[in-house]
């Protein structure tokens, strides 16, 4: 198991941008895909975005693809998304996730992730 403590989180505006950060302790980190889901209230859990254990391929759900970017740093056991132009829909608890894996696969379902962060809450007011 790896656990996980995301950071970033707060109460902007329609239009600015916000960095979340999450940083990975115990198992290899580097063995490990990570991703990035949100939940906003009365709703299910879903995918954001997913990165393979080296970086080398991304994938993001199409409700922030084209302005969010997640990206890794092995040395420092560290995922992180930048999302731009945040828009009220937006508003979600953010979760961290990580799967062991060297495969360069699209994990994308809640299931696909045995180990999760506590969530950092993101307001986007109007």
């Known amino acids: 198991q790896v656990q996980l403590v995301e950071s970033g989180g707060g109460l902007v505006q329609a239009g600015d941008s916000l960095r979340l950060s999450c940083v990975a302790s115990?198992?290899?980190?580097?063995?490990?895909?990570m991703g990035w889901f949100r939940q906003a209230p009365g709703k299910e859990r879903e995918f954001v975005a997913s990165?393979?254990?080296?970086?080398?391929?991304?994938y993001y759900a199409d409700s922030v693809k084209g302005r969010s970017t997640i990206s890794r740093d092995n040395a420092n056991n560290t995922v992180s998304l930048q999302m731009n132009n945040l828009t009220p829909e937006d508003t979600a608890v953010y979760y961290c996730?990580?799967?062991?894996?060297?495969?360069?696969?699209?994990?994308?379902?809640?299931?696909?992730?045995?180990?999760w962060g506590q969530g950092t809450q993101v307001t986007v007011s109007s």
């Open positions: 996730a990580a799967r062991p894996s060297y495969f360069s696969v699209r994990y994308s379902r809640v299931t696909d992730f045995p180990s």
């Open positions: 990165i393979t254990w080296n970086g080398a391929i991304t």
């Open positions: 115990g198992r290899t980190f580097s063995g490990c895909a």
